[in-house]
């Protein structure tokens, strides 16, 4: 949808809002009963959740009217029902368009046994902090809702994540950039994945899904190797079908790689890139089970194995200290027929 200019815009209505905007929510009941919700809406025919108090992650997301992301049986859930102990994780993991996982482990739950023996979670802490200093505005043609998160330790470690989320306020697409920082005077590993969730409808046996081709693909388990031949290809959902999970590794090709998912049946396409140079991986979760139907598109600074099988495998990043890193994950979505 093209923009109008601020003079046309208030010709035509009383007040931004009839079009476009961010409002606050607070939520009243179920699990998820006292969390904040911002909720944003483009007159491009995009609406989505940002979440401030679990991380600013991505919840509902929706264009046209359409539903694009994957939700758990879980639902949305307050922070205080995250707990960050063995086999927790399955009891509150909402989905959502996007869950950010780390900041110091990505992947199974893990014993640090060759760290300091620190416990971590499945897919870290980071999704359980709220954000501080938030802010959300729509002014200047674009939707911003920006907020701190920050996961410590006394004694351990100190990590800032300044996160800044935008959206043209005429147009259908959002981005999320992120500023990862060190706050202490020791090196810190680190670890990060976007965790980005498509469900039904977009997600069905009509749809295709496109990766860059100049890549390199290690499947997870023997089960994922032998439907290797069939990574790209959806179908409808199967009773008691195994996930499979890929990892793919894409040759730098001067810009930001990007991965597709299109239902040409419903007229909608996807769009994920992302900062290579930050998220050398895109890990895939292809799950067509029956009631845990998903496609996730996750770019990645490491693999998802665990802190420790990360650093055995020499693929744990680390931060200097007070040195920051940036991040950027971009989502748009488009007409397959335009």
Same mark, same amino acid.
């Given at each position: ?21 961010? #409002?606050?929510?607070?939520? @009243? ?8 919700? +911002?909720?944003?809406?483009? /007159?491009? !025919? %995009? ?63 893990? #014993?640090?046994?060759?760290? @300091? ?8 802490? +980071?999704?359980?902090?709220? /954000?501080? !200093? %938030? ?68 997600? @069905? ?134």
């Amino acid at each position: 949808m093209e923009g109008l200019s601020m003079e046309s815009l208030y010709r035509h209505v009383g007040t931004e809002e009839q079009v476009y905007g961010v #409002r606050r929510l607070i939520l @009243d009941e179920g699990n998820a009963r006292g969390a904040a919700v +911002y909720q944003v809406s483009t /007159a491009g !025919g %995009l609406d989505f959740d940002v979440l401030p108090d679990s991380g600013l992650d991505v919840g509902r997301l929706r264009w046209r009217g359409v539903n694009v992301n994957y939700m758990t049986k879980n639902g949305y859930d307050a922070p205080s029902r995250f707990l960050p102990v063995p086999d927790n994780f399955d009891h509150t993991f909402p989905g959502g368009m996007m869950y950010t996982c780390g900041l110091l482990s990505v992947g199974p739950q893990c #014993r640090d046994e060759e760290g @300091d023996g620190e416990f971590h979670p499945l897919h870290g802490r +980071y999704h359980g902090q709220s /954000a501080r !200093g %938030l802010s959300a505005s729509a002014e200047g043609g674009v939707i911003r809702v920006s907020g701190t998160v920050r996961e410590t330790e006394q004694w351990r470690h100190n990590l800032s994540l300044k996160r800044v989320i935008t959206a043209p306020a005429w147009g259908s697409e959002l981005l999320v950039e992120d500023e990862v920082t060190n706050l202490t005077p020791q090196p810190v590993e680190y670890a990060l994945l976007y965790h980005c969730n498509f469900g039904w409808p977009l997600l @069905d046996a009509d749809a295709t899904l496109e990766l860059p081709e100049d890549r390199k693909v290690t499947p997870r388990s023997p089960w994922a190797e032998a439907g290797l031949a069939d990574q790209c290809r959806c179908t409808a959902p199967i009773d008691g079908e195994e996930e499979r999970v890929y990892f793919n590794e894409v040759r730098p090709a001067g810009e930001d790689p990007r991965a597709r998912l299109i239902n040409r049946r419903l007229g909608i396409g996807a769009e994920l890139s992302w900062s290579l140079d930050t998220l050398p991986i895109l890990s895939q979760w292809k799950c067509m089970r029956s009631g845990e139907y998903v496609l996730a598109l996750e770019p990645s600074t490491c693999y998802t194995m665990g802190r420790l099988e990360e650093r055995r495998h020499g693929s744990m990043r680390t931060l200097a200290p007070f040195a920051s890193v940036r991040t950027r994950v971009r989502l748009r979505f488009f007409d397959p027929e335009d």
